[in-house]
């Protein structure tokens, strides 16, 4: 059974820092794509960044420069440095896998909340 547990979300001052944690288990195929991505009520879903086996990254255009997505391969883990927060990178924040067979997981959702 695939399992991702997500961990470091909470409640952080404008300007602060979060690192948020996604480990993956009882994959038996290989990770594509490892990413988060963010919601807030009532919006779609929408890509934060993302990271390919081979350590290619894609982000959004409201973090380019300012999050790092990052993996363990060793460890099925990804995370995301989150520095210099701001009150609209408020979301619940979603782990996603990819697997190479075209298998999709995704998180439960870690809260992030910046404070103004």
């Known amino acids: 059974q695939v399992r991702l547990v997500e961990s470091g979300g909470g409640l952080v001052q404008a300007g602060g820092s979060l690192r948020l944690s996604c480990a993956a288990s009882g994959i038996i195929f290989s990770i594509n794509t490892m990413g988060w991505y963010r919601q807030t009520p009532g919006k779609q879903r929408e890509l934060v960044a993302a990271i390919t086996n081979g350590g290619i990254t894609n982000y959004a255009d409201s973090v380019k420069g300012r999050f790092t997505i990052s993996r363990d391969n060793a460890k099925n883990t990804v995370y995301l440095q989150m520095p210099r927060l701001k009150p609209e990178d408020t979301a619940v924040f979603y782990c996603?896998?990819?697997?190479?067979?075209?298998?999709?997981?995704w998180g439960q959702g870690t809260q992030v909340t910046v404070s103004s």
């Open positions: 996603s896998v990819h697997l190479f067979r075209g298998s999709v997981y």
